[in-house]
């Protein structure tokens, strides 16, 4: 049974930082395209960060040279590095496994098939 499930999230200062981690279970972690997700109140769920099977990465452009994604494969572990986070960071965010895709590293939704239930994230003074 595939499995994602997140931690990490939490209540932080604008500046702060925070790392979120999603263990993964029922398949392998390095054969898959993986990503983090996020949800603000109101608005719909948006990518922002994938890891490809070789390590390639992708990022919104609303968190490059903030956010990092990076994966244990040892561990079947995957993590968000959120760094000078923003009130606007402020969201529920997903971890999601993309089993059935083959392509590079993608921040498309429809191309994610398994989410975990999510970790909130809020950012605020």
């Known amino acids: 049974e595939v499995q994602l499930a997140e931690s990490g999230g939490g209540a932080v200062q604008p500046g702060g930082s925070l790392r979120l981690s999603c263990v993964a279970s029922?398949?392998?972690?390095?054969?898959?395209?993986m990503g983090w997700f996020r949800q603000a109140p109101g608005k719909e769920r948006e990518g922002v960060a994938t890891?490809?099977?070789?390590?390639?990465?992708r990022y919104a452009d609303s968190v490059k040279g903030r956010f990092t994604i990076s994966k244990d494969n040892g561990k079947t572990t995957l993590y968000l590095q959120m760094d000078s986070l923003k009130p606007e960071d402020t969201a529920m965010y997903y971890c999601a496994a993309a089993l059935d895709y083959e392509g590079p590293p993608t921040l498309a939704r429809g191309e994610y098939n398994y989410w975990g239930q999510g970790t909130q994230v809020t950012v605020s003074s």
């Open positions: 029922g398949f392998p972690l390095s054969d898959n395209v």
């Open positions: 890891i490809g099977r070789v390590y390639g990465t």
